[in-house]
């Protein structure tokens, strides 16, 4: 790309020391900032344990992890972002903040500097209206552990220029991330599509049709899922998950495919948030390990009741998928490489459908539907018109 590019990363938490490991990986001159300095120290050390890992590894060497190293340099002063090419702001889910700090930025920066924002879920176009150049304003949303995650969502915002999406997708790709485009709406991709792995599983609990443990089981050993949904909930923090199920909710006007559910809400109110805690949907021991989750090996769980809890959340994550290709906010491509490479699904759900066959899903939402009678089972207008035109998504 000639010139070695600058870039500035805003916030020195794990998300943002995570992106300038990848930036100063790649070869770029790289500014962290962060208002704390206790945030910037607690990021080198922990870059230092990293990268001494990998050596340890055998995946890097000394020369190597010093290259990295002196590519970063750890700063408490926005202004030092002013060389900037690229900024990245991974800091509070705030959009007043992030408008804020925006704001501010783009007095110490060039005009031709892209600002650009980590945010998992807020509009880019709002924040992007903080700026006197928004066409600059751009959405590169990482996946966490940043080095290790493959995948990185770009967002452009309805002010967001071409040449400014182009040299985004660019500077993504030579970081060896494999890029996902998408429309700048809920969720993006990901969080939008993947709401139905925790909702649906949710609510199969709720009606008691079975417990955490056999639900967890169904996903992992029917559908090949590493992490079940409440162990993966209890992962992710039962209070940072539900506030994004919310979020999704009220940013889709409610619609009730979203809808949180009361479960979730009660438990994270009761402090039982997951493994920070120590109690979630399951209990762990000092090392963060359930204690009361089903083996793997376990004769417990009947096959064909696995089956069947497996396959009413797999059809209804392809509808959220199918619906996200309907409705243009990604492309089908890019949202199978999403679930893959950024939530590491199994398989790509658009691939799965076709695996599955386009008329299983259509009967089997039609019957959920005319079950429960909630819009939450309506049937995504592109399935039934791809079963009526025999048609499949690869």
């Keep these: 790309m000639g010139k070695r590019l600058n870039v500035g990363i805003i916030g020195a938490g794990t998300m943002g020391a995570g992106i300038a490991q990848v930036a100063a990986t790649a070869g770029c001159d790289v500014n962290l900032f962060d ?48 060389g900037a090419d690229l900024t990245i702001e991974a800091i509070v889910e705030n959009i007043d903040i992030k408008k804020q700090v925006f704001s501010e930025l783009e007095s110490y920066v060039c005009d031709d500097c892209i600002i650009a924002s980590n945010t998992s879920s807020l509009s880019i176009a709002s924040i992007a209206s903080s700026l006197k150049k928004p066409e600059r304003c751009i959405g590169i949303h990482f996946f966490n552990p940043a080095p290790l995650m493959k995948l990185v969502e770009v ?32 969720g993006f991709i990901v969080n939008r599509v993947a709401r139905p792995f925790y ?3 949710l609510r199969i609990y709720e009606e008691g049709i079975a417990d955490f443990a056999t639900i967890d089981w169904s996903m992992k050993n029917i559908g090949g899922f590493r992490m079940g949904p409440f162990e993966l909930m209890d992962f992710i ?13 009220t940013a889709f006007y409610f619609d009730p495919r979203y809808k949180p559910a009361f479960t979730q809400k009660r438990y994270a109110e009761a402090g039982y948030l997951g493994r920070k805690s120590g109690k979630g949907f399951y209990n762990y021991d000092k090392n963060r390990r359930p204690i009361d989750m089903l083996d793997v090996t376990s ?62 899903c259509v009967n089997t939402l039609d019957k959920l539907y005319n079950e429960y009678h909630e819009d939450r089972y309506r049937c ?3 399935l039934r018109r791809m079963k009526r035109d025999n048609k499949t998504f690869f």
């Design 299 to 360: 004769s417990a769980v009947e096959r064909s009741h696995a089956e069947q809890i497996f396959d009413r959340i797999l059809i209804m994550l392809i509808n959220e998928a199918a619906d996200a290709l309907f409705l243009n906010i990604a492309s089908a491509e890019d949202i199978d490489n999403a679930m893959t490479k950024g939530v590491n699904y199994p398989k790509g759900l658009l691939a799965w459908a076709d695996e599955i066959g386009i008329d299983n």
């Design 155 to 186: 967002i452009p915002a309805v002010q967001t220029s071409e040449a400014v999406l182009q040299k985004s997708v660019e500077i993504i790709s030579d970081w060896k991330k494999i890029v996902a485009v998408a429309k700048d709406t809920p």
């Design 237 to 249: 923090g039962n209070d940072v998950n539900y506030t994004v199920t919310e979020s999704v909710f």
């Design 35 to 82: 208002t704390s300095q206790g945030a910037l120290s607690k990021a080198e050390a922990s870059l230092e344990k990293v990268l001494s890992r990998l050596i340890e590894k055998g995946r890097i060497d000394q020369q190597e992890k010093e290259r990295i190293q002196s590519n970063i340099s750890y700063v408490n002063r926005l202004k030092d972002m002013a």
């Design 199 to 201: 909702g649906e599983a």
């Design 380 to 382: 995504s207008p592109l």
